[in-house]
């Protein structure tokens, strides 16, 4: 039996992973479920897979989620260091799915004790990518790309060497606005955000694909995850999202993974690897697709995308510092307080304000250091967007 837990089991990601794991229950030990506010799914995803503990992220929703587990012998419980203390429980694979920098401290906990961690929280390898990877090393631990691009080129990858590697491609739908004019962008609105023409995802991440901040944060993650040089990282739009990413060779060889926008074949993979099962997704039929639709991003009216090379180029805290302040500008996004192109400037402004602070070139960077730029970030795009 695979003992497994699952953080970020109500969201998207996690609910993906919880319909896997049921269909082959008997297969499965679930450790933890972990959620935030939506008591009800967490509760019932508990019961069904008789976990041995639940968490709520919010103290002040614990008596609900008691309630809700009364009689099963289920442990409930809440807050930031129940989490860690589920992260610390003995596990054979581990899913991380919390969205957002709040994924990184849990995950960094669960490779302290050498577990396989299924990575779909790219925000921990953009905050504190070689940091992740040498407590993995440290531990004997596994981190696995859940992202369907990385898992794209993890796949790639096998039986190759990363030296042989000449260049990697990562596909991006383009976003509900992919046609749009930077005029046009000005005016879009969150329900325009939120509808995706071809992933079904959490909210947070369907905005970020709107504005390609999402492939801003996978083109640092692809650096991070597979060590490759940022100039050897391409995006290229591709609209039905049916090719994930390509890896090239340095024979000129492309090797692109191939498969339906299903987020269940990125997390199956993850789940059996080594091995390959048969899962649940869609067949494509190339025939009835026809033909395949390619395009150059445009840097200008995706400023994000450029932002991420220089991220990239000044490494040390500024990914902290990019997530962090993408995540409070998309709060205010969302809120109503600001304009869908506002994110992409507020963030700017804040790397700006922030670069002579963040190469850190000789200095070891911590995980208090990348907490504390985290905070400053946050609170610069605050304190901007209160001036303006
Ligand atoms: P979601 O919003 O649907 O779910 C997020 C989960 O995290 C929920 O369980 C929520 O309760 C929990 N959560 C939110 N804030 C929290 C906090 N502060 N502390 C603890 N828990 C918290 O998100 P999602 O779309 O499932 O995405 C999850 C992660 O996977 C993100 O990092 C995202 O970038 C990544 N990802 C998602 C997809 C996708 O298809 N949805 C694809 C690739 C990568
Ligand atoms: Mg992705």
Redesign the pocket.
Known sequence: MKRISIF???????QSTIDLIKRDQGSYNVVAL?????IAQLAQDARDLSADIAIT?YDDRLPELRDALSGTGIEAAAGQAA?IEAAARPADWIMS????A??LAPGFEALKHGTCLAL????SLVTAGPLLLAEAAKHNARILP???EHSAVFQGLVGEQISEVERVIITASGGPFRTWSTEQLKGATLAQACKHPS?D?????TIDSASMFNKALEIIETKEYFGLSPDQIEVIVHPGSYIHALVGFKDGALMAHMGAPD?RHAIGYALHWPERRDLPVERLDLAKLGSLQFEAPDEFRFPALRLARDVMQTGGLAGAVFNAAKETALDLFIAGRIGFTDMAELVEQVLAQMSLDLSHQDVQISLDMVYEADAEARARVLSLQARA
């Open positions: 970020g089991a109500t969201g998207s990601i996690g972990t959620g935030g506010a939506n992220a989490l799915a919390i969205v957002g709040a994924g779909a929280n790219k925000e859940v992202d369907s992933w995802m959490g909210q947070r991440i987020m």
